[in-house]
C-alpha cells in the first residue's frame, strides 16, 4: 500500500506501463547500480518476494550474457516463427540442440521455449550447459543472506484467501476493467499473473472468451495439419475457396 511504502524506501515500483516487455536481465541492470548506491550510503538493501528466476539472475548472474539488440533481432525471428510454425516444431528444434531440456521445459510453454532458442542463438552454447554453471556460480554478493519463509499448508490457504479478499475490496476488479478500457491488450503479460488473470477473464464478454479460445483451436489445427500432412495443397479461404479447388482438381 502507499502507506507501507511511506514507512521507508522502496525501488522499483509503478516503473513500467503495463504493455512493456520486461525481463529478469532488465531487473538486474536496473537493480545493480540501486544496491550499490544503497551499500555506499551504509543502508541495508531488502529484497523481497517476486519470481524466483529474477533471484537467481540477481544473486548469480544469467546464464548467459547477451547483447540488447541482437537480442530483439532474434526473438522477433522466434516469434514470427511461433506464429508460423507453432510451438510443436520449435520445441523438436530445442530438443535437437539440446536434448537436457526435455526435464526442463514443457511442450506447452512457449516462453520457454523462445527464451532457450534464443539463448543458444545468441550464445552458441546449450541452454542446459549454461544453466548448470550459472547455478554453480557463488552469490554475486559474498555477505549476502537469503531467509525463506515456511508456513503451515492450512495457515497458508487462510492468509491467501484472506489476501485475495482485501484485492478485491481494494478495486482490484475496477482496475483491471479500467486497463482493458484504456486500449492495454488482454493478452499483456501483467494479466498473465494470478489474480489478474482471474478477474481479466471474469471481466471479457462472453464473446471475446469464446473468440479467442475458437482462434487458439485454429491456429493449433493449422499447425498440425501443416506438420502431419506434407503433401497437403493450401488454398486461400477468400475469397472462393471452391473454385480454386475445382480448378486445381480439372488441371
Not at 49 to 56: E, P
Not at 58 to 82: F, I, Q, T
Request: one cysteine or more; aromatic letters at 6%; proline letters at 5%.
Amino acid at each position: 500500500s502507499r502507506g507501507e511504502q511511506a514507512e521507508f524506501p522502496h525501488h522499483l515500483i509503478d516503473i513500467l506501463n503495463p504493455e512493456e516487455e520486461f525481463t529478469a536481465g532488465d531487473f538486474v541492470r536496473l537493480a545493480l547500480p540501486l544496491l550499490e548506491d544503497i551499500a555506499a550510503r551504509g543502508r541495508l538493501a531488502i529484497i523481497v518476494g517476486g519470481s524466483g528466476f529474477y533471484l537467481k539472475a540477481l544473486l548469480r548472474g544469467m546464464a548467459s550474457e547477451e547483447d540488447p539488440e541482437a537480442k530483439l533481432l532474434v526473438r522477433a525471428e522466434l516469434n514470427r516463427r511461433m506464429e508460423e510454425e507453432g510451438a510443436e516444431k520449435l520445441y523438436e528444434e530445442m530438443l535437437a540442440r539440446d536434448p537436457g531440456l526435455a526435464s526442463r521445459v514443457h511442450l506447452h510453454d512457449k516462453y520457454r521455449i523462445l527464451r532457450a532458442l534464443e539463448a543458444m542463438a545468441l550464445s552458441g552454447k546449450s541452454w542446459s550447459r549454461a544453466n548448470t554453471e550459472a547455478e554453480a556460480r557463488p552469490f554475486r554478493f559474498p555477505r549476502a543472506r537469503l531467509f525463506c519463509l515456511n508456513i503451515a499448508r492450512d495457515r497458508l490457504a487462510e492468509k491467501i484467501r484472506a489476501r485475495t479478499e482485501n484485492m478485491l475490496r481494494d478495486g482490484i476488479e475496477a482496475e483491471v476493467a479500467a486497463l482493458l478500457a484504456s486500449g492495454i491488450a488482454a493478452q499483456a503479460k501483467p494479466f498473465q499473473s494470478v489474480g489478474y488473470r482471474q478477474v481479466m477473464e471474469a471481466l471479457l464478454p462472453l464473446t471475446d472468451t469464446i473468440s479467442q479460445a475458437t482462434m487458439k483451436l485454429a491456429k493449433s489445427q493449422s499447425t498440425w495439419f501443416r506438420g502431419q500432412f506434407p503433401e497437403a495443397e493450401w488454398v486461400e479461404a477468400e475469397p472462393d475457396p471452391a473454385s480454386e479447388i475445382l480448378a486445381r482438381l480439372e488441371a
